[in-house]
């Protein structure tokens, strides 16, 4: 199936640094979102950038997508250890027959030690 | 609140054993979606509904049945479970209009244990 593949599979970090996420995917899109889930609990919606944009703010969090290289990344600024989650990449596909359907990676797990 | 609720959290069965995760929105949203979690494999999408009476198959429908009857619920169904179905599942709702600008809303999660 079509999916999004986050890179690295693991970030550790310190208190106060930077954490960048990358994401690829292979077709085109509608939108990209990312996602962040604590350990065993449900996904929360992050940020969505559609596929006409090409950065995207949210409090600490920084998205930019590239559609030519079909990639996208997730910034989070001066982290702190309450950020220590897994973060997922979605693509919502630009087909009408994938419509309601959005496709995962398999995540990136950060860990921020304080 | 705006949520989507699953029910039960926990559940241990036995091979074979019918069962039933509930789902329920109160958004009044037309999409929702069953997602099954598993170590090393991320999200995989089991049947999503895009509205009333419309269902379809997802990447890994095999063993699973759903319905839409109301559009606020959005039931899925083991009806002979195995231990391959030992997973945690994600039910999901997103509103047409507001799925290109929101994203999805998931439930809390419910992690099926099969013996």
């Known amino acids: 199936s079509q999916q999004g593949e986050e890179d690295p599979q693991a970030l550790s970090i310190q208190e106060g640094e930077n954490a960048t996420m990358n994401c690829s995917y292979k077709?085109?899109?509608?939108?990209l979102q990312w996602y962040r889930q604590n350990s065993g609990r449900g996904l929360v919606h992050l940020i969505l950038?559609?596929?006409?944009?090409r950065e995207k703010h949210s409090g600490r969090l920084r998205v930019t997508l590239d559609t030519s290289k079909k990639s996208s990344s997730l910034l989070i600024t001066a982290s702190r250890a309450a950020d220590t989650a897994s973060y997922f990449c979605?693509?919502?596909?630009?087909?009408?027959?994938?419509?309601?359907?959005?496709?995962f990676g398999r995540g990136t797990q950060l860990t921020v030690w304080p | 609140e705006a949520q989507v609720t699953q029910n039960p959290r926990y559940l241990i069965t036995v091979t074979g054993k019918k069962l039933t995760v509930t789902c329920s929105q109160n958004m009044n949203h037309e999409y929702m979606s069953w997602y099954r979690q598993d170590p090393g494999l991320g999200l995989r999408q089991i049947y999503y509904?895009?509205?009333?009476?419309?269902?379809d198959k997802g990447d890994v429908p095999e063993g699973y049945k759903v319905s839409r009857k109301e559009k606020r619920n959005f039931p899925l169904i083991l009806e002979s479970p195995s231990p391959n179905q030992t997973s945690l599942y994600f039910c999901?709702?997103?509103?047409?209009?507001?799925?290109?600008?929101?994203?999805?809303?998931f439930g809390s999660g419910t992690r099926l244990t099969v013996v």
């Open positions: 509904s895009m509205n009333v009476e419309v269902t």
């Open positions: 979605a693509t919502d596909l630009d087909r009408g027959s994938t419509l309601g359907r959005l496709y």
């Open positions: 999901a709702s997103s509103a047409g209009w507001s799925r290109a600008n929101y994203g999805y809303t």
């Open positions: 950038i559609r596929s006409n944009e």
């Open positions: 077709t085109s899109i509608n939108n």
